[in-house]
Structures are given as structure tokens and as C-alpha cells.
């Protein structure tokens, strides 16, 4: 599949000195862009859920001395 983007001159400067910068394409650059977003975004959407579950659940957190001293360390 490809696409196209419009950009203005210095979307396009900016896009090419970071391609240029990271031994990318053009294509590259955008692609792994694109894909890094998405990766963030889902992993920001399951650690609120996560969040939420913990915090509706009622229960507590405690001090990490705590567990280690029960571990014995």
C-alpha cells in the first residue's frame, strides 16, 4: 500500500534532516513514526485500563519494604 502527504517546505526539510539524521528514507522515517505512535497510544489505553481495574477493585498498595522484608531481603 502507499499514500501520499502534502507538507509544506519546512514539514519537508524537517522530515528529511530527521530521515537523514537516523540513516532512514523518507518512507522509513514516516512508517516507523506512525507505528511508534500507535504502539504508545495503545500502551497509554491498557495502562489506564489497568489503572482504572486497580482503583475499582478497592485495593491497597503498599510500601516495596514491606514485600521485601516478607521475601527476606
Known amino acids: 500500500m502507499s499514500f501520499s502527504i502534502l507538507l509544506s517546505d519546512e514539514e519537508r526539510s524537517l522530515a528529511e534532516s530527521y530521515a537523514r ?7 522509513e522515517a514516516f512508517k516507523k513514526a506512525l507505528f511508534e505512535k500507535i504502539e ?3 500502551e497509554i489505553a491498557i495502562g489506564q485500563e489497568a489503572s482504572e481495574e486497580y482503583l475499582s477493585s478497592g485495593r491497597q498498595s503498599r510500601p516495596i519494604a514491606e514485600l521485601w522484608k516478607e521475601c527476606g531481603l
Open 21 to 27: 539524521l537516523h540513516s532512514y528514507t523518507i518512507a
Open 40 to 42: 504508545d497510544e495503545y
